[in-house]
């Protein structure tokens, strides 16, 4: 749901700085695409080799952070193009980090019989967010502006690191 905050709200964040244009927005919202790029090998690879759930926490905890820095740059009037370019390349190279930790990781919390049900779920819990995330988005925006809308989605990494600190995976049998 967050993540699709920030893909509405950037934009708007972007073009409210001075001097800035579309294709500022490009190269602000291209940081995260292209680090995503770079890393996603990486992460999947870290992903097999430690923990799971403490790779998708850093990573959560590095997204909360990038965002929240984001978040308070633009609420401050401190944001410049290259601030938002490099906190949106942390934050991708971070959630290149969370994606492949997050599909090892439903095996070692469901049971066997339940991996396809959780799989399910968790494919239309990312489709409801495709949705109701840009509806909430301008909602947000036009209400409180796009920091506040990207300061909600720091606080979506929270939650989720907070959600993580609790859960009780399986280990993973030797290969």
């Known amino acids: 749901l967050g993540d699709r905050l920030v893909m509405v709200a950037m934009p708007f964040a972007v073009l409210s700085l001075p001097g800035a244009g579309l294709g500022d927005v490009g190269l602000v919202l291209g940081s995260s695409a292209l680090t995503l790029a770079l890393f996603v ?3 999947g690879v870290w992903g097999d080799r430690f923990p799971r759930q ?22 401050t009037g401190h944001a410049t193009v290259p601030l938002l370019m490099a906190s949106q390349a942390v934050y991708g190279a971070a959630e ?7 599909l090892g990781l439903i095996p070692q919390v469901v049971r066997l019989d339940q991996i396809q049900p959780a799989n399910a779920l968790m494919s239309l819990s990312s ?5 109701a995330g840009p509806a ?5 925006v036009a209400l409180a502006g796009p920091g506040t809308a990207v300061a909600v989605d ?22």
Do not use: C, K, Y
């Open 136 to 140: 909430l988005a301008g909602v947000l």
């Open 54 to 75: 403490r790779t998708m926490l850093a990573s959560d905890v590095v997204r909360a952070l990038a965002q929240g820095i984001t978040a308070a740059l633009l609420l």
């Open 127 to 131: 489709n409801v967010g495709m949705v």
């Open 41 to 43: 090998l990486v992460g």
């Open 154 to 175: 720091a606080g979506t990494f929270a939650v989720s690191a907070l959600a993580l600190l609790f859960l009780r995976p399986r280990p993973v049998p030797p290969q």
């Open 96 to 102: 290149a980090f969370f994606r492949p930790a997050a």
